[in-house]
């Protein structure tokens, strides 16, 4: 039998314990990642006792009352705290989401929070993103009409057109998606993944942008769409309620038919 052996610093270590002293008897343990590259050190999980009588209902809540009142050096992303940014994407529970909308009371027992899985980690809970912000980029996420002028007119677009747009132009590119997705988790540096694809959908069906062909083309690859074998993780996993499977399979149907 094939036997795999990890290298020894990739093993998360128990890390340290971070108690109450305010004697509330609402006190929650909250298990969080952490990893610091100035430190030669083994990743660990430090536990803390929050104390949910003076925090706000959300998991990104209990983040920043550890980091105002207990530990100054956790890291996370976060800015807008409604759900628009999609900077506080990470691992609740088991469960990618932002932390900003997850109500920690719907969880019971204790909290474990990770980065978003299978990505490198910058430090703690921030996940670097920066491999899906390059397949970002490729597929040329702005509006590409040349003939219709549209530096100088406004752009008409039916209410039938704009509706196709629906489903779409609101993902946040929190990235919950794409590293929920096995086929990103092996291949992510070919795959484009399902937060990227969906993304080019959006601009490939917008009825004011000219260049529809080329961007098929760009997307026309063995490994960058047809990456993705319908597991439909992503779809379970998007916080907005999304549907990138759905996208991706209507740009497999438009190759095939085009
Ligand atoms: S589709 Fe959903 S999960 Fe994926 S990036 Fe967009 S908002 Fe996030
Ligand atoms: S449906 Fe495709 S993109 Fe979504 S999780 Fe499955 S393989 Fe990944
Ligand atoms: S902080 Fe902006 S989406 Fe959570």
């Given at each position: 039998?094939?036997?795999?052996?990890?290298?020894?610093?990739?093993?998360?270590?128990?890390?340290?314990?971070?108690k109450?002293?305010?004697?509330?008897?609402n006190?929650?343990?909250?298990?969080?990642?952490?990893?610091?590259?100035?430190?030669n050190?083994?990743?660990?999980?430090?536990?803390?006792?929050?104390?949910?009588?003076?925090?706000?209902?959300?998991?990104?809540?209990?983040?920043?009352?550890?980091?105002?009142?207990?530990?100054?050096?956790?890291?996370?992303?976060r800015?807008c705290?409604?759900?628009?940014?999609?900077?506080?994407?990470?691992?609740?529970?088991?469960?990618?989401?932002?932390?900003?909308?997850?109500?920690?009371?719907?969880?019971n027992?204790?909290?474990?929070?990770?980065?978003?899985?299978?990505?490198?980690?910058?430090?703690?809970?921030?996940a670097?993103?920066?491999?899906?912000?390059?397949?970002?980029?490729?597929?040329?996420?702005?509006?590409?009409?040349?003939?219709?002028?549209?530096?100088?007119?406004?752009?008409?677009?039916?209410?039938?057109?704009?509706?196709?747009?629906?489903?779409?132009?609101?993902?946040?590119?929190?990235?919950?998606?794409?590293?929920?997705?096995?086929?990103?988790?092996?291949?992510?540096?070919?795959?484009?993944?399902?937060?990227?694809?969906?993304?080019?959908?959006?601009?490939?069906?917008?009825?004011?942008?000219?260049?529809?062909?080329?961007?098929?083309?760009?997307?026309s690859?063995?490994?960058k769409l047809?990456g993705?074998?319908?597991?439909?993780?992503?779809?379970?996993?998007?916080?907005?309620?999304?549907?990138?499977?759905?996208?991706?399979?209507?740009l497999?149907?438009?190759?095939?038919?085009?």
């Amino acid at each position: 039998m094939v036997q795999f052996n990890l290298p020894a610093n990739s093993k998360v270590l128990k890390g340290n314990y971070f108690k109450s002293t305010t004697g509330s008897k609402n006190i929650k343990k909250i298990n969080i990642y952490r990893w610091d590259p100035s430190k030669n050190e083994n990743p660990k999980i430090d536990t803390f006792e929050v104390d949910l009588e003076s925090c706000g209902n959300k998991v990104l809540d209990i983040l920043n009352k550890i980091k105002n009142e207990i530990d100054s050096t956790l890291t996370y992303r976060r800015s807008c705290a409604h759900g628009v940014c999609g900077s506080c994407a990470m691992n609740v529970d088991g469960i990618n989401t932002l932390s900003c909308m997850k109500s920690h009371k719907e969880i019971n027992g204790d909290i474990n929070i990770y980065p978003l899985p299978h990505l490198k980690v910058i430090k703690d809970l921030v996940a670097d993103l920066s491999t899906l912000y390059r397949q970002y980029e490729s597929i040329q996420p702005w509006l590409k009409a040349h003939e219709q002028k549209s530096k100088t007119t406004e752009i008409n677009q039916s209410k039938e057109n704009r509706k196709k747009l629906d489903g779409l132009y609101e993902c946040i590119m929190c990235a919950c998606c794409s590293t929920s997705c096995p086929s990103y988790w092996w291949n992510g540096e070919k795959y484009l993944g399902p937060a990227v694809l969906l993304q080019a959908y959006r601009w490939i069906i917008d009825s004011r942008d000219e260049e529809r062909k080329e961007r098929l083309k760009i997307i026309s690859d063995k490994l960058k769409l047809f990456g993705c074998h319908t597991i439909m993780n992503c779809t379970n996993s998007c916080p907005k309620g999304l549907n990138p499977a759905k996208a991706i399979s209507s740009l497999k149907k438009m190759l095939a038919t085009n």
